[in-house]
């Protein structure tokens, strides 16, 4: 079996900006894997692509994994073990699917783009106006119809949103969404 990914190593654990409960994991992976990125782009439901900036975002169970081309990041986890669990099975499947990448249809596109909804859940959820909608979800509806900036949301800026915001913004950069780098995480 010819592998992309032949090893990984934990190199960091932080704690979850989503959840302060948990840990935020990033592994650094041996070689590049973005090869990879189109094919599982097929074949995984509501991944999210970003052919441009080499990133595939997977949601699993209410946590994210970004895959990059050199590292992996892993949000709202538990702890090492299970970090090490799901570095195991995302090694399997880039090996698996790469494996047998002659047989699946390349998918370059964004498809499975960001919904109106998941940005919602992101939001303050005040509905304050501050930004000129009437509510957080016409908001992410311009939002994800890109009409609206991220940063017409005043109060997701303010501290006590920090948490949501980081997520938030991972999440628009990830989809290919233009983010105030200031804000966002090194
Ligand atoms: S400013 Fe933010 S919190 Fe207020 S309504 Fe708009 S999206 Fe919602």
């Known amino acids: 079996m010819k592998m992309l990914l032949h090893s990984y190593e934990i190199t960091r654990t932080l704690p979850c900006l989503a959840d302060p409960e948990k840990i935020r994991v990033i592994a650094d992976v041996s070689g590049e894997i973005h090869e990879v990125f189109p094919y599982l782009n097929t074949i995984l439901k509501g991944c999210i692509y970003n052919h441009p900036a080499n990133t595939l975002t997977i949601k699993k169970d209410g946590k994210l994994f970004t895959l990059h081309a050199h590292h992996i990041t892993l949000t709202k986890i538990e702890d090492e073990k299970e970090a090490e669990e799901i570095l195991r099975w995302l090694k399997d ?25 998941d940005i919602f859940k992101l939001l303050p959820g005040t509905n304050c106006k501050k930004c000129g909608e009437l509510t957080c979800l016409g908001f992410a509806v311009k939002l994800v119809g890109r009409d609206i900036e991220i940063r017409k949301c005043d109060p997701l800026f303010s501290e006590k949103y920090q948490e949501k915001r980081n997520v938030l913004l991972e999440l628009l950069q990830a989809s290919g969404f233009e983010v105030p780098s200031e804000f966002l995480n090194p």
Do not use: F, Q
Request: aromatic residues 8%; charged residues 30%; without cysteine.
């Open 93 to 117: 499947l880039i090996n698996d699917t790469y494996e047998n990448r002659a047989k699946i249809e390349p998918n370059y596109s964004m498809a499975a783009e960001l919904k109106a909804l």
